[in-house]
């Protein structure tokens, strides 16, 4: 059975950091691109970022600069870290595995950015 589990959502202050992880089992991970999307309330979910298997990263141009995407093979997670954080960051955040033919999603964590 193939679980992608996030954590590290949270509230924290504009101009703060998080940092998420998704979790991944019952794939073989170091064959799957992993990428990391958002949902904000009453919008469509969009791309934040994703990260091949060799490591090339593509960032969505609103998080560019603030945002930093890693992998580790070894601990099968994928991170995410956040600085800088916006209020129009706040949003539930997704994480994605793609590869061989298939396409798995997380149930989310939610990221609220307020003071």
């Known amino acids: 059975q193939v679980q992608l589990v996030e954590s590290g959502g949270g509230l924290v202050q504009p101009g703060g950091s998080l940092r998420l992880s998704c979790a991944a089992s019952g794939i073989n991970f170091r064959f799957y691109a992993m990428g990391w999307y958002r949902q904000a309330p009453g919008k469509q979910r969009d791309l934040v970022v994703t990260?091949?298997?060799?490591?090339?990263?593509n960032y969505a141009d609103s998080v560019k600069g603030r945002f930093t995407i890693s992998r580790d093979n070894t601990k099968n997670t994928v991170y995410l870290q956040m600085n800088r954080l916006k209020s129009e960051d706040t949003a539930v955040y997704y994480c994605e595995a793609g590869g061989l033919g298939m396409d798995y999603w997380g149930k989310g964590t939610l990221v609220t950015v307020s003071s």
């Open positions: 990260i091949t298997t060799w490591g090339s990263t």
